[in-house]
């Protein structure tokens, strides 16, 4: 009888073991993610406390699901920006090949103006 309630004391105390590491290895996961919210929390089971404190905090402030609405808004807005940003250098371009059109407009008819009056030609560079 002794035999087995010391069988049943060391299984149980490996599977706690085993539970408090699986717990522990959790708060550090949850600590490097949000490292600002945990700073006064270390990775021990004696600081569950200040974890289901945290919990709670979160779960009475409802921020979870301020969460999901946050990424959603944000995914909203950037994709808003970047089309509007598309289309704000889409009209830089279009103004740019609008003077790039006129200046060349004008170049082309000085050139032939210059062509005329001054009996100029064009000619191929000679070689050396």
Same mark, same amino acid.
């Given at each position: *009888?002794?035999?087995?309630?010391?069988? *049943?004391?060391?299984?149980?105390?490996?599977?706690?073991?085993?539970?408090?590491?699986?717990?522990?290895?959790? *708060?550090? @996961?949850?600590? =490097? #993610?949000?490292?600002? @919210?945990?700073?006064?929390?270390?990775?021990?089971?004696?600081?569950?406390?200040?974890?289901? @404190?945290?919990?709670?905090?979160?779960?009475?402030?409802?921020?979870?699901?301020?969460?999901? %609405?946050? !990424?959603?808004?944000?995914?909203? $807005?950037?994709? #808003? @920006?970047?089309? %509007?940003? %598309?289309?704000?250098? $889409? !009209?830089?371009?279009?103004?740019?090949?609008?003077?790039?059109?006129?200046?060349?407009?004008?170049?082309?008819?000085?050139?032939?103006?210059?062509?005329?009056?001054?009996?100029?030609?064009?000619?191929?560079?000679? =070689?050396?």
């Amino acid at each position: *009888m002794a035999i087995e309630i010391t069988g *049943m004391i060391d299984g149980r105390t490996s599977s706690r073991s085993r539970i408090g590491n699986r717990i522990v290895a959790a *708060m550090g @996961e949850f600590r =490097r #993610q949000y490292p600002v @919210e945990t700073s006064e929390l270390d990775d021990s089971v004696a600081s569950a406390a200040g974890y289901r @404190e945290l919990c709670q905090q979160l779960t009475d402030d409802d921020l979870p699901r301020f969460q999901k %609405q946050f !990424k959603i808004y944000l995914n909203q $807005n950037t994709i #808003q @920006e970047i089309a %509007q940003f %598309q289309a704000q250098l $889409n !009209k830089h371009a279009d103004a740019i090949k609008d003077r790039i059109t006129t200046i060349n407009s004008s170049l082309v008819g000085s050139i032939t103006t210059l062509g005329v009056t001054s009996g100029w030609r064009h000619s191929s560079p000679t =070689r050396r």
